[in-house]
């Protein structure tokens, strides 16, 4: 423990808050010491505050931890310089930057500042060398604290299916429905009485997230900014009575970088060999990123969401689409590979870089 990177974790109670606690227990690198969220579970013990909805027991000693003010320095308990932050956007907008501005490395799932400019919006596997962005924020320079975000939950996993397809072939246009789970909207998220027996075909602002970050993701960092994957898309974005796991019907127009068209079996190739983390040695990296499931009612959320724990995205039924060129189906885990998970892989891959805190996570590495 005496090496482990301190983390703190502001939306503690959340539903994403919740899964960092649960796959931080045990990390071999970072440890959860400070826990955050609002007024009302300030000041309390965390198993009091929190209603917790995990399938695993809370840890002991995080039910006893005093929930704190979500200050950077609180009276009472300042927070770490690492910061894992799932609060909603428009609390994020205005707390990120004050965490940032006192010298913390602010990690985030929330949106309000994935489109900046100057902010990076990271997937390891996918543009890692987007990372580089934090020294073009003014927080970097005056305190050393910066801002990192993950995408929303189902650009997430469309973002790993298509990177080895756009690596190996291009990609003109995206058509994508999404059938999302409840666990995306936190808790209590939906009515019962909204979601049984029912599909809802609006999420706010989620095909607008769904099409700029996704684009943004698989752009190229030229000089200060990203330019975004020049490619159509379009976004239908459904909730449905699923709890985790988010399954998405994926259409797709492939580019020239071939000359010719794409095969079958050259994208199942692309994605099985995709494995761009490979002896990085990242806790969380899963081995196999995206993996096929060959038979032709796969994936489904109850049998494929936890695969890679969680960390993986699965892909199947690839067939020829008569609109574009190939349509399939992918599944991932939205509190995990889609939101915690995500945060996690970012940080571990900061400090694989030397850019989160590199002396104690090196000593964490070695010992
Ligand atoms: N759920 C997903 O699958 C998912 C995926 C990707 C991204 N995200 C993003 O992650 C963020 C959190 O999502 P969630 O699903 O975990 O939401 P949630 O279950 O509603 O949790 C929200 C958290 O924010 C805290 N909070 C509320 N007001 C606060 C304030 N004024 N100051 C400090 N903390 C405050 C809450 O604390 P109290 O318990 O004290 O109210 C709670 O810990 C959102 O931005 C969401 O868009 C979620």
Redesign the pocket.
């Known amino acids: 423990m005496r090496n482990k990177v301190p983390i703190g974790i502001?939306?503690?109670?959340?539903?994403?808050?919740?899964?960092y606690i649960q796959l931080l227990e045990n990390h071999p690198w970072f440890e959860v010491t400070w826990l955050?969220?609002?007024?009302?579970?300030?000041g309390r013990p965390y198993g009091e505050?929190?209603k917790w909805r995990l399938d695993t027991p809370l840890p002991e000693r995080i039910a006893k931890t005093m929930?704190s003010p979500?200050e950077p320095a609180s009276a009472s308990n300042a927070a770490p310089k690492i910061i894992f932050?799932?609060?909603?956007?428009a609390?994020?907008r205005e707390?990120e930057p004050k965490f940032a501005a006192t010298g913390c490395a602010v990690i985030?799932?929330?949106?309000?500042f994935r489109m900046a400019p100057n902010v990076p919006l990271v997937l390891p596997e996918v543009n890692a060398d987007h990372l580089h962005l934090i020294e073009e924020q003014p927080w970097r320079k005056e305190s050393g604290g910066y801002i990192v975000t993950?995408?929303?939950?189902s650009a997430?996993g469309l973002v790993l299916a298509l990177k080895p397809i756009e690596e190996r072939f291009g990609i003109e246009q995206i058509f994508v429905t999404t059938m999302q789970?409840v666990?995306?909207?936190?808790?209590p998220?939906v009515a019962s009485m909204d979601i049984l027996d029912n599909v809802v075909p609006f999420i706010a602002s989620e095909e607008e997230k769904m099409e700029t970050e996704t684009l943004k993701l698989l752009g190229k960092l030229e000089g200060h900014a990203v330019t975004p994957l020049n490619a159509k898309m379009t976004a239908h974005c459904n909730r449905v009575p699923v709890v985790d796991g988010h399954t998405e019907c994926v259409s797709i127009k492939l580019g020239k970088k071939l000359g010719r068209p794409a095969k079958r079996e050259e994208i199942l190739a692309a994605w099985a060999e995709f494995k761009p983390l490979a002896g990085l040695g990242l806790p969380s990296a899963p081995e196999q990123p995206i993996e096929w499931a060959e038979q032709n009612d796969r994936p489904q959320p109850r049998l494929d969401r936890n695969r890679g724990k969680g960390m993986t995205v699965t892909v199947g039924r690839l067939r020829p689409c008569n609109v574009l060129d190939w349509k399939f189906v992918l599944l991932s885990h939205?509190?995990v590979r889609?939101?915690a998970g995500?945060t996690i892989l970012n940080a571990e891959m900061l400090a694989s870089l030397g850019k989160l805190e590199p002396t104690a996570v090196a000593a964490a590495a070695r010992g």
């Open positions: 502001l939306g503690a109670t959340g539903m994403v808050g919740q899964r955050a969220a609002s007024d009302r579970s300030s505050a929190a929930v979500a932050a799932s609060v909603d956007a609390i994020a707390m985030s799932n929330s949106s309000a993950n995408s929303n939950c997430m789970a666990s995306g909207a936190g808790y998220g939205n509190t889609g939101a995500a």
